[in-house]
């Protein structure tokens, strides 16, 4: 499932999948791969990215039912 | 049995030279920024999952000279031992080159592809001079064949990382183009 709240938080931003990553300290890939929903990060990984785009773990990873 | 002491300390030689040389590389220059190299977490998962493929692999094609018979025993000789461990290898690094893990974060690619350039080269040279004895000896392969398969493999695996990088480059491009959008 894709993760579209995330692309949106970091277009709010203004943020490109490398310039996250880079702040994150991951590959552009692996942005990637999660915005597609292809891979799940861990909790340190996510709660890294809700520090960088300023969001709480709900308003990027919750999925609505 | 002067000459095989002369060339087995010329290929040690050959070998410690290369390993030298690959470590002052990748201790000092090939990363970018003084930045540590290092796997990210999906990496080290796909690189989890591409051993796993790896070893299955490697059991699989170690089997398969219990079939063999005896003269296909001796003409394979040494290679038996040898080719499962190569052919995990391919698929291990061409499973992790194709998900994007094989090369760290924060690594200089084009050092990195030239120092794996010159291994390959090394070892297609000593391939190339092994075989030069002919591909067989007293009906078995030549084991000095190995060189040459890995000089082979290192020459395939930078092919599919300048084919994968220029897919992701394809790849950037869209999405920095919908970014902008």
């Not at chain 2, 070998?15 to 920024?33: C, E, G, N, P």
């Not at chain 2, 992790?96 to 084009?110: F, R």
């Not at chain 2, 001079?129 to 493999?153: A, H, P, Q, R, T």
Request: proline letters at 1%.
């Amino acid at each position: 499932m894709k993760n579209l709240k995330l692309k949106a938080a970091r277009a709010g931003k203004d943020m490109s999948q490398a310039d996250l990553a880079e702040a994150v300290g991951v590959s552009r890939q692996t942005i990637n791969s999660i915005e597609k929903g292809d891979y799940n990060p861990t909790i340190k990984l996510c709660l890294s990215i809700c520090k960088t785009l300023g969001k709480t773990l709900d308003e990027i990873f919750w999925e609505e039912e | 049995m002067g000459l095989d002491i002369m060339w087995v300390t010329g290929l040690i030689v050959i070998v410690a030279i290369f390993i030298v040389i690959s470590a002052i590389l990748y201790s000092k220059s090939i990363h970018r920024d003084g930045k540590k190299a290092k796997y990210d977490e999906r990496q080290m998962a796909v690189r989890g999952r591409g051993y796993m493929f790896a070893f299955y692999t490697a059991v699989i094609v170690s089997v398969i000279p219990c079939f063999f018979t005896d003269e296909m025993k001796l003409f394979f000789g040494d290679l038996i031992y040898f080719i499962p461990l190569i052919v995990g290898m391919m698929v291990h690094t061409f499973y992790c080159v194709w998900n994007d893990a094989y090369i760290e974060l924060n690594l200089d690619s084009k050092r990195w592809m030239t120092s794996i350039s010159c291994i390959g080269l090394a070892n297609l040279m000593i391939g190339i001079g092994n075989c030069s004895k002919g591909l067989l000896i007293d009906g078995e392969i030549n084991s000095g064949i190995l060189n040459l398969i890995v000089g082979i493999f290192a020459f395939i695996l930078l092919i599919e990382i300048r084919v994968k990088n220029n897919l992701n480059k394809k790849k950037e491009a869209e999405e920095d183009e919908e970014f902008e959008a």
